[in-house]
């Protein structure tokens, strides 16, 4: 009995090894493959989808990089263009202020003309300083005459190497050789403590005859000072007549607002 059964089994072991045998060969598919198959096909579809999304992160982070690289160069660039652009203004700004002297400074050929900006300022109960930021380097020497915008400032009182200091016509410490634009009345403007507190200067030694009024403007003259003709210095804003020494005094409102200014043009002979 045993013996048939072990035969049995060896005529089926035989008989499935060929039939397996023959659906490989035929490129068939086996049944337990089928359900192999089905049952896998769920797992298939996981490391699929996880690994198209990995692919994906790689990729949208590797672009990210990408964006943010070029995002860098172009502000890095947009930097570079703001600072040319501020870089132009202020050249415009430095041409259009220079511009404001050219109507006087054509007819300064004899003069040189050094641009200055303010950067200090000492005042005391007797004199206010400017410090500007040239010097004996660019050529600037005591008593040369400041200007800005066309007005009269002050002179260079002292000079070092790439500073210089400057009074203000305020200050009584120079004169300015003025006339009036209206009449051609003329004199020397020259600060006084007594109106410097005002803000103010007087135009002094006046002809007792000269025909002056409130409301005239007063230039620089150009004789007897270091000052070119034709700068602006103030308005007369009262006129007061000396009895003794038969002359007439006017009191005058500088154009220059000595608080506010800040660029100035230094004037000096060749």
């Not at 086996?30 to 992160?57: E, K, M």
Request: charged share 25%; net charge negative.
């Amino acid at each position: 009995m045993k013996d048939r059964f072990a035969k049995i089994m060896i005529l089926v072991a035989v008989f499935l090894a060929v039939f397996y045998s023959v659906i490989a060969a035929w490129g068939l598919v086996t049944p337990g493959q089928n359900i192999l198959g089905v049952a896998a096909t769920p797992f298939r579809w996981a490391f699929s989808f996880v690994g198209d999304t990995i692919d994906g992160f790689g990729d949208y982070f590797g672009e990210f990089d990408n964006l943010k690289r070029e995002n860098e160069a172009l502000s890095k660039r947009v930097a570079e263009l703001e600072a040319r652009q501020a870089h132009l203004e202020d050249l415009e700004g430095e041409n259009a202020w220079m511009r404001e002297f050219l109507g006087v400074s054509d007819e300064l050929g004899e003069y040189n003309m050094i641009s200055a900006h303010i950067v200090g300022r000492e005042s005391n109960s007797y004199m206010t300083l400017y410090t500007l930021n040239k010097g004996s380097l660019d050529g600037v020497e005591r008593d040369m005459a400041v200007v800005s915008e066309g007005c009269v400032v002050g002179r260079v009182e002292s000079v070092g190497l790439n500073w210089c200091k400057v009074s203000t016509i305020l200050e009584n410490s120079g004169s300015v050789g003025a006339l009036c634009a209206e009449s051609g009345a003329r004199g020397i403007v020259e600060g006084s403590l007594g109106l410097r507190g005002e803000g103010n200067c007087a135009m002094n030694y006046i002809n007792e005859f000269a025909d002056i009024e409130v409301g005239d403007k007063i230039i620089s003259s150009g004789e007897g000072s270091v000052y070119p003709y034709g700068f602006s210095i103030g308005t007369v804003v009262e006129k007061r007549f000396d009895e003794t020494a038969r002359t007439i005094t006017a009191i005058i409102k500088p154009d220059v607002d000595f608080d506010r200014v800040s660029r100035v043009m230094i004037v000096g002979r060749k």
